[in-house]
């Protein structure tokens, strides 16, 4: 072999070496990936436990949803109620961030809908009733001559069908319910999904669908009521809503019909303030809410995935980003609460120890046709989603 010959028999030689060496580090580095994604599995659980009995008779379970952070969600059939939330604050200590009670009797003799899911009508009707194609429908009257939540026996108090969901990346829980024709009022066969799943990116997603048999309204939505800092009131919390406009309300809290600009108003939280900087402001809308009890116009909705509100607590540095693709967020200031109720672990539950950001169609929809239309067609799929996403900073 000449001299030069043999230079690229070993140039050659050692292109290939390198490659291997990259390929196989490459290689290892998969494994390694594979290995960690395997670690995150094996931590991952979904585990069952009895948690009581209806006074019918139905027994009611509570699953304990454990991501890869250890992170633990624990969610009852009984109303879809989200019982307890615990995720980490700046400094990693895990705290749980949601107000509720340690037993399913204290769900059911008096909750002012902690944790729960809201159906078939999320928020008011404005007297309790709508038209639909020419029929007027009577609801159940459950809140000052108002329906309020979907009534007496809203979805937040049956028990649902409950499926264990394993992802890749999340464990969830996966909740059946057929609301019957004539139920609270409302037309038509209603068969709701609503699907609670928990990734590892400390995410809580909620996908709720529904098909119906006749013309009926729907609007779902979540009620948990958030104190990031698990303790004292809401006051100190920072809030941004990503709107320019709130539907403003009557004494009875049923919006005018009115689209009204947040500027220059406590109801702009365009920019993160304090939720307690200008609650006890003298204005006619705080007035009739008692504090915040509004509905806010999200801005450029068109149905997809955004971002609309974000709250975060200073001492702790716990945020939560509320992401959703419905038009409207209900931002409650935990008004009502007022130290009567006693929750988990024997907290006194005072005045805006927890706040509500509910994504939703417009309150009373049914009866103000400039608002977006909640009505659901037979052949028609309801489906939205919500994110609510935990972090530090
Ligand atoms: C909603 C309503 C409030 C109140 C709470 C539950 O957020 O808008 O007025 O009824 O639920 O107490």
Redesign the pocket.
Known sequence: MKGTDMKRSYKIFYVLLTGLLIGSLLGCNENTMAMEKEKGKAQMNNKKEQFGTTPDGKKVDIYALTNANGCVVKITNYGGIVVSLTVPDKNGKMGDVVLGYDNLDDYIKNN??FGALIGRYG??IGKAKFELNGQTYALAAN?DGNH??GGIVGFDKVVWDAKEIQQDDAVGLELNYLSKDGEEGYPGNLKVTVKYIWTNNNQLKIEYSATTDKDTVVNLTH?SYFNLAGKGDILKHELMINADIFTPVDEG?IPTGELRSVKETPMDFTKSTAVGARIDQDTEQLKF?LGY?HNWVINNYDGTMKMVACLSEPTTGRVMEVHTTEPGL?F?SGN?LDGTITGKGGTVYKHRTGL?L?SQHF?DSPNKPDFLSTTLKPGDKYSTTTIYKFKTK
């Open positions: 002012p809908y928020n008011r809140n309020l939540h009620h809290l809410g009890d209900q409650y009502f509500c509910e309150p």
